[in-house]
């Protein structure tokens, strides 16, 4: 099936649409997961057990993108995109949970859900970008998108906290976008219900870097271990009382403001210096849990947030187009799977540790460990810029 110009711009709009209403859903209860758990009388190492979910989230990206990439059915690609915008809907329920353990599930289904959908969603992306709009400007478009929905969740949140008086009214009013996403996301398969990337012939598989590709995955691990979880931050900001409670998504939502104000200029740079765009990165993810965790000053939590959003806008824009360059579009979604699996596990990891480390040894240590962790990545990223000559 050849589609008209404009029925893919409409696709690739309709998708930009179902994630901002997603993010709504998600990053609203996401910026204050933390302190939610806090004030259900969780430890720091179940904040930092947040982080589980996301590993269950980037896990299910391997299996999903195998799938996708073993039956290379249309169909398929949308059946796993439309279940996991589905699980979305369990955020609203966190209204109706007065235990941590509960939260805590609830935040893990949900995460499940976003594995679920993104390596089929990042296909049918990737698919509407190759024939209309630039890989990286079309994921930074996406990107910009789906964070007005990042930036509006926290800050209906925030408001809901402030003027309503409690968590239960602010999960609430994250149940009609959640229904927003999923309606649209069906009306999405129906106006491109076969990828056109499927009917391409080839045997697929890497290009040629595909030494860098290994070492592009220990990259996005390491530097996935030294940035710091969300939860975390807003546990310890509720923790020690540093700013109001409302404060903190608003904190979160400046992050989410930053990423959708630089993720077009970030795309459009990287279609003309390749990886080389993400040469600062491992200096802003150091720098972040040193402003967070080490300071009481307003202003310098307010640029944490700001270089948080930086760090979340590389992963979601140059990050995700470096692996479509780096891969064959046939088996573009068993990477994006692996490379997401990859994060989330090394995510995990150095959160979980980390909610460890603040109970036994305290904010300072975690400081200091989460940013060597970060330095350490950017040994490897210019030996891959140098090899790929990207």
């Known amino acids: 099936m050849n589609y008209s110009y404009r029925r893919i711009i409409l696709t690739f709009t309709i998708i930009g649409f179902v994630s901002l209403f997603a993010d709504i859903t998600y990053e609203g209860a996401r910026s204050i997961s933390g302190d939610y758990l806090a004030y259900l ?72 859900g976003k594995g679920l959908r993104s390596p089929a969603r990042d296909l049918i992306v990737s698919d509407l970008t190759d024939r209309a709009i630039g890989r990286g400007k079309g994921f930074a478009i996406h990107e910009v998108l789906d964070q007005l929905g990042a930036i509006s969740g926290p800050l209906i949140v925030s408001y809901a906290i402030a003027s309503m008086g409690g968590y239960g009214d602010a999960f ?18 129906a106006t491109y219900p076969e990828l056109e990337s499927f009917r391409e012939t ?23 271990i030294g940035f710091i979880h969300w939860s975390i931050v807003s546990y310890h900001l509720g923790k020690t009382g540093t700013v109001a409670t409302y404060v903190i998504p608003l904190l979160y939502a400046v992050a989410q403001g930053v990423d959708a104000f630089i993720a077009l200029p970030l795309g459009w740079l990287y ?14 993810s150091a720098s972040i849990p040193l402003l967070i965790l080490l300071s009481n000053n307003l202003a310098y939590l307010i640029i944490a947030s700001g270089l948080y959003g930086v760090v979340m806008c590389s992963y979601e824009t140059v990050i995700r187009a470096a692996v479509a360059d780096l891969v064959e579009p046939q088996t573009r979604a068993t990477v994006f799977g692996a490379i997401g699996f990859l994060w989330g596990l090394a995510w995990m990891i150095g959160n979980v540790a980390g ?18 962790t970060s330095l350490s990545s950017l040994a490897i990223l210019k030996a891959i810029a140098s090899r790929t000559k990207a």
């Open 172 to 189: 609430l009013l994250l149940l009609p976008p959640a229904l927003a996403a999923l309606t649209l996301i069906v009306v999405a398969y």
């Open 355 to 372: 909610g460890a480390i603040y109970d036994s040894l305290g904010p300072r240590a975690l400081a200091i460990a989460l940013s060597a």
């Open 202 to 224: 080839g045997v697929g598989g890497l290009k040629s870097y595909a030494g860098s590709i290994r070492a592009y995955a220990l990259f996005t691990s390491l530097l996935s």
């Open 41 to 112: 009388n969780s430890p720091a190492i179940v904040a930092g057990a947040v982080a589980i979910g996301e590993f269950l989230g980037y896990a299910i990206r391997l299996p999903s993108g195998l799938i996708a990439s073993k039956y290379r059915s249309s169909r398929v690609v949308w059946l796993l995109t439309i279940i996991g915008y589905g699980l979305n809907i369990a955020i609203p329920l966190l209204a109706l949970t007065g235990s941590w353990t509960y939260a805590l599930a609830i935040l893990i289904v949900e995460r499940a």
């Open 271 to 284: 279609d003309r210096v390749g990886l080389r765009t993400l040469m600062v990165l491992p200096l802003i």
